[in-house]
């Protein structure tokens, strides 16, 4: 069985400042890949980032960076220098062929 | 290039009528999935499919059908519509699992 879990249901970050979200997953697969999409009020899904499961760099997206620690099956997003447009609810997303999601983190930025 | 198309965006349905949502891609992507939504949660996988032909359950399947006859269209089916089924629903496809993946804008669902 394949399964994704965030831990946190909701984070708040002051704005420029740096917060990151937790994110584990379980799969039997050797091949896959990682997703942390954010999906603000109006509930239109947006990618963040991607990563490989074969690749051992973490992947960097502007503010956006990943650690991506295998072994451990863990997938954390970090968030750096926070705005107040990255406040919305963020999910974490396994794909094998099969995509599973996360329940979810609602970040809040405040001013 | 329109993407993925879901229709309709609004439904009211009442218990026990059936109805299909419509999921359509142009862009000859072999990977198409339907997920619900409820309100403060996560998307739930319903059914999936890696090709024309070839459809699975995921992880929440019951009271739902789906077919994929062509690349296009993957079109779900609620056989006999219940409250629990109020959700919004998301289609999304891609070319292939690391590909990046497209969603529909969204169907609102309500069941009374």
């Known amino acids: 069985a394949q399964t994704v879990t965030q831990s946190q249901p909701e984070m708040s970050v002051q704005e420029a400042e740096t917060v990151t979200l937790s994110c584990t997953y379980d799969t039997s697969e050797s091949d896959y890949y990682l997703f942390w999409y954010k999906q603000p009020p109006s509930r239109q899904m947006i990618l963040v980032i991607r990563q490989e499961a074969y690749k051992q760099q973490n992947a960097t997206e502007n503010r956006f960076s990943v650690n991506f620690q295998k072994a451990a099956k863990s997938f954390s997003l970090k968030i750096s220098d926070s705005q107040l447009g990255d406040a919305a609810m963020y999910f974490c997303?396994?794909?094998?062929?099969?995509?599973?999601f996360g329940q979810g983190t609602t970040l809040q930025v405040k001013p | 290039n329109a993407g993925v198309t879901q229709t309709p965006k609004f439904q009211v349905l009442k218990t026990g009528q059936s109805m299909t949502l419509q999921c359509a891609q142009d862009m000859n992507h072999e990977y198409m999935s339907w997920y619900r939504q409820d309100p403060g949660m996560g998307l739930r996988l319903i059914h999936y499919s890696v090709g024309a032909g070839i459809t699975d359950q995921g992880e929440v399947p019951n009271g739902y059908n789906v077919s994929r006859s062509t690349t296009e269209d993957f079109p779900l089916r609620l056989l006999s519509a219940a409250p629990s089924q109020t959700s919004v629903y998301f289609c999304?496809?891609?070319?292939?699992?690391?590909?990046?993946?497209?969603f529909g804008e969204g169907s609102w669902l309500t069941v009374v």
């Open positions: 999304a496809s891609s070319y292939a699992s690391g590909n990046t993946i497209y």
């Open positions: 997303a396994l794909n094998t062929g099969k995509l599973i």
